[in-house]
């Protein structure tokens, strides 16, 4: 469930007498601190087998007779569920009178196609069925759905009656909260479009056969998504020291099957849009395979930049607590391990940053006889003569330029080329080389020594360069369990266009796809879609990629807007929404704040400290608001979330964009990347997210919301 670590049930350990249950950590989280010192004075007597003394009472009028609830203090009491052989789980802790009322609501189940554990608000089925029309007021929304399939699937017989009447998929979403989760999201999936056998495909790794419905401990175990069985005292208060991270670290079944599967032969690729869990699948993956190594061989684990990796390292340092582990897997971003691996050679190294090639750039386009911009330009050489290693003008001439806008004739590449040579030869000059650069001179000095790793796990695949590409490939021999990728071509904010198979890099056959969102609400999901075009995008296995399907699991408040005069206004506003948080006890580095541009970041932090608010410095090892671009919020998530400065001429950003009167494919294109760098920003928040702007708003947002 919430950590890797309960994957190990102790069956036979009599010292896990509670186990805790999925909507037990978030409620936790939320607590004051006395309060949770009371919870945890609970948890010791079940690990003391002293749990008579908690009073373990049943409920009149319970939809389950095996609920229970325990006093906690004189305001709270927990949720508790007998699974049988003397086995509790602690599923809830809430005031009083709402605990009562979750007890005497809900209903316990076992999934006769999957054999997990499953909850219901029986009370609340029982509400809607009362209240339903008793036919479709149009056609149905399942009315193409077998009895069959619904029981294939594991959707239980006696709910059809009430899906039968649904028509829309309003009615199917009240049933969320009341509807056990796997057969609602089942449900979702097949209102969205998803033929069954796309459906049960999905599901087939999971089904089992031989359940016993009355075996609640059984499908407990078989549930990891739901119930964790700790090992011992001293592992959970491991967990309860920070409940919101190690939520984090949270598995679900699909992903599990993805992460667990024993061989792949040959690169495996991942996709799936935010929130879906690719981040953590791979996380998986990595001390999976470093957990069959001998010593002496690694995993490498790499992304994009230097933030993510960062925050790769964090997690996977929740995630095992076996040094030996950790120690055979290598967590750097991409940039670092090319640096890295050119400097070994004693070559002295010097990055041309965008604040010395810029002005070149500049210089050159001011120069050149065609009227090109300096953007073009740059990203000219970038995705279409280093991605394909062009060095001649005649190479250059007839290559393909697959995602660059409108062609160019012979003539004008002749110009282009002219101009684009001119600043290398500079950098030469200046003996500086672009991260690009330098990541295809460490694939040629990677390619004459004998392969450094046994695995590679990429995350955040979609935005690396092809040269990045060549040298991952390079770093690791083909065979089984060689490359396992994750990517999100929803998610490219950089302008790369990459083919796995031209690289050599052969995924077909071996990729999976996730749809299901498992941080972010069906509320903030049903915006954060809205910020997208609705295209197709094409991904690195050269198959276009779509949302059909995508869905959140979870409901919560709606996005609040928030418009302001001016920008003072905006952060005085921004201060007291961050103030609230954590006055609610929101952990500081659960709470995000981004922005366009590093300006406003900068404002945003000093705003903040002179407020006394605590904001993060990792250079300094500071804990605190995590405040950031949104280019750099990538890769992260957060519990709540503000999203600030939206304001027209400020996103999309004006040096963004190609201009529509130079190259119209090329502004269309620049402006579909700013809209998937606001979807990227948008699916960060898990639980709550808050936008505002200065002005008028983002013509990005969507008209109404």
């Known amino acids: 469930m919430v950590a890797r670590h309960f994957r190990h049930v102790h069956q036979g350990d009599r010292m896990a007498e509670l186990a805790i249950g999925r909507d037990f950590l978030p409620a936790y989280a939320r607590l004051e601190r ?16 002293t749990h008579a003394g908690l009073h373990l009472e049943k409920l009149a009028g319970a939809r389950d007779g095996r609920i229970r609830t325990i006093r906690i203090d004189q305001f709270y009491r927990g949720v508790v569920l007998s699974l049988g052989e003397g086995r509790y789980a602690l599923v809830h802790v809430l005031p009083h009178d709402d605990a009562i009322s979750y007890a005497v609501s809900r ?18 089925i029982e509400e809607f069925a009362r209240t339903a029309p008793a036919s479709p007021s149009s056609d149905g929304l399942f009315d193409k759905i077998s009895t069959a399939d619904f029981t294939r699937l594991g959707v239980d017989e006696d709910l059809l009656p009430l899906l039968r009447v649904i028509s829309t998929d309003q009615q199917l979403e009240s049933l969320a909260g009341r509807l056990p989760e796997t057969q609602l999201d089942i449900l979702r999936g097949l ?29 407990a175990r078989r549930t990891p998504e739901r119930i964790a069985f700790v090992s011992g005292p001293v592992e959970l208060a491991g967990i309860l020291a920070h409940p919101f991270d190690v939520w984090r670290t949270f598995l679900h079944p699909t992903q599990r099957d993805i992460a667990y599967r024993e061989t792949y032969n040959g690169p495996a690729l991942v996709t799936g849009s935010a929130g879906t869990g690719k981040t953590v ?27 993510l990796a960062d925050a790769l390292a964090r ?7 076996d040094a030996g582990v950790r120690a055979r897997i290598d967590v750097i971003s991409v940039d670092r391990l090319a640096y890295e691996i050119v400097s070994r050679s004693g070559k002295k190294i010097k990055i041309a940053e965008s604040e010395v090639t810029d002005p070149l750039w500049e210089a050159a386009a001011v120069a050149a006889p065609v009227t090109v911009s300096a953007a073009f330009l740059k990203r000219e050489w970038e995705q279409v003569v280093l991605a394909q290693q062009l060095t001649t003008a005649d190479a250059y001439r007839d290559a393909p330029r697959r995602g660059r806008g409108e062609g160019l004739r012979a003539a004008k590449r002749d110009q282009v080329w002219a101009a684009i040579t001119g600043v290398e030869r500079e950098l030469v000059k200046r003996r500086l080389r672009t991260h690009i650069q330098l990541a295809d001179e460490a694939a040629a000095a990677a390619r004459t020594l004998p392969a450094p790793y046994r695995h590679v796990i990429v995350d955040e695949g979609q935005d690396l360069h092809p040269a990045q590409w060549r040298l991952l490939r390079a770093l690791v021999a083909p065979g089984v369990n060689d490359m396992f990728l994750l990517a999100d071509p929803f998610q490219r904010i950089y302008d790369n266009h990459v ?25 903030i999901l ?7 075009s609705g295209d197709p995008a094409v991904g690195l296995d050269d198959q276009h990629d779509t949302l059909r399907g995508y869905r959140s699991i979870t409901r919560g408040g709606p996005p609040e807007y928030a418009g302001h005069r001016d920008r003072d206004a905006e952060f005085d506003a921004l201060i007291e929404r961050v103030g609230t948080w954590l006055d609610q006890g929101v952990e500081p580095h659960a709470i995000g704040v981004a922005a366009r541009n590093g300006q406003l970041v900068k404002t945003v932090r000093a705003v903040l400290a002179d407020a006394h608010i605590p904001v993060a410095d990792d250079k300094r090892g500071v804990d605190g608001v995590q405040v950031a671009t949104m280019h750099r919020m990538k890769g992260l998530e957060f519990q709540c979330l503000a999203l600030v400065g939206l304001d027209a001429g400020v996103l999309p950003a004006p040096n963004a964009l190609t201009s529509a009167d130079e190259d119209p494919h090329a502004h269309q294109q620049d402006l579909q990347r700013e809209r998937c760098l606001l979807f990227v920003a948008l699916t960060r928040a898990r639980d709550v997210l808050y936008l505002s702007h200065s002005g008028a708003p983002s013509t990005l947002l969507p008209v109404g919301r």
Do not use: C
Not at 204 to 218: E, K, N, P, Q, Y
Not at 526 to 532: C, E
């Open 281 to 307: 699948t791979g996380l998986h993956r990595a001390v999976f395979l470093a957990e069959r190594l001998p010593d002496g061989q690694k995993v490498l684990l790499t992304t994009f930049t230097r933030a």
């Open 191 to 219: 209102a969205s479009g998803m033929p069954v056998d796309e459906v049960w495909t999905e599901l087939a790794d999971r089904i089992v056969s031989g359940v016993d419905s009355d075996d609640l401990l059984t499908a």
């Open 34 to 49: 006395r309060v949770q010192r009371s919870v945890d004075a609970a948890i010791s007597k079940f690990a003391a087998h």
């Open 526 to 532: 049903d915006l954060s879609v809205k910020i997208l």
């Open 107 to 124: 209903r316990f189940t076992v999934n006769q196609a999957l054999g997990v554990l499953e909850m219901r608000d029986q009370a609340g």
């Open 499 to 523: 083919s796995l198979t031209q690289l050599g890099i052969e995924v077909r056959g071996r990729t999976r796809r996730l749809t299901v969102n498992y941080r972010t609400t069906h509320e």
């Open 315 to 321: 997690q996977l340092y929740r995630l095992t607590d």
